[in-house]
């Protein structure tokens, strides 16, 4: 009987590894109220929310061509429904979490149908302008402060934890538990079928249509599924404040522009991107903050000089090196030279 001729893989060497890392790394992060300090939780619960939201915002531009500038709308709402839900419904805040997720996905359908008209730069404008409806909405919800905002009150504070302390640990593995959640739904979609389909989308939209692609129904996919992504970490993100408004919940600079930074420099279109771009942005972020105004303009420069010097970001830089693959989400031929039967 004869061999066949080639063996197709997913996995490689480097990956192996790179799962091992993760599962310790994981490990380490869901014992961390037990050995971490109040800032240092603090400041692994925001990395977890910026790695979740650039990871969602690669989705879209890396696979699938979508340059969003809008998502903050549906962070911001996130926040709003997860406050709605638990001021007026009687929802504990923990389980609005998901209710969050599953409405911004239900509005994103209706919504994607508009800014889909919208082609490039003028999908990019149409997705901010969405964002800034979605504010003055918010703004005119007197119910909820209308543009002063509102807290929580303090018995919904305490249905989160008695303590201060439990609460803080309960939110953190709440973050902790959707940022893994959101990475493991982008590294499924992206071996299914529907990731080689927005492969071949990201190649040429005209050859993968013609190859029986539905380019329309997987960018919307992704574009629902990156949506409801946005609102869960934005309920976190708020009800971790504890408070919410319309110019904190739909801000442009911390919830889009940041992200496209993390997304840019760490390398689009690649899962690894996100991580190693959202480890870059705190080191940068936690070393020049102190330096005002300053601290933005390094932050331009260094997303100019990626840009200029590595277009792939950080890591397209190593792939093309190395070949690294931490996490592959494609198939490799693997030709067999030793045709014998056996």
Known sequence: MNAPAFTIVRATPESRIALAF?????????SGPYWMDRNSMRLVGEFLIYLGLASLWNLLAGYAGLVSVGQQAYVGFGGYVLFGCAMFLGIPPLLAVPV???AAALLSIPVSYLVFRLKGAYFAIGTWVVAEVFMLLASQ????????GVSLP????????????MRE?????????????????????LRSRWGLALQA????EIAAESSGVSVASAKRLLYVVACAGAAMIGSLIFMAKLR????SAFSVNDWTAFVIFITVIGGIGRIEGPVIGTILFFL????????????????????????LFAPKGIWGLVQDKFGWQLFPVGRRLILNTNKEGA
Do not use: F
Request: glycine content about 10%; hydrophobic content about 55%; proline content about 1%.
């Open 22 to 30: 993760a599962l310790l790394g994981l490990a380490a992060l869901a």
């Open 100 to 102: 969050a997720g599953a």
């Open 141 to 148: 919800w007197q119910a909820m402060g209308g543009g002063s």
């Open 154 to 165: 303090i018995a919904i504070v305490r249905s989160i934890g008695s303590t201060r302390d």
């Open 169 to 189: 640990q309960m939110i953190y593995w709440t973050t902790l538990g959707v940022t893994v959640a959101v990475l493991i739904a982008v590294y499924l979609l």
């Open 201 to 204: 989308i990201r190649d040429s």
């Open 244 to 247: 919410i408004s319309p110019s």
């Open 284 to 307: 940068l972020r936690e070393t020049l903050s102190d330096l005002g105004a300053s601290y933005l303009i390094v932050l331009g420069s260094v997303a100019v000089a990626i840009m």
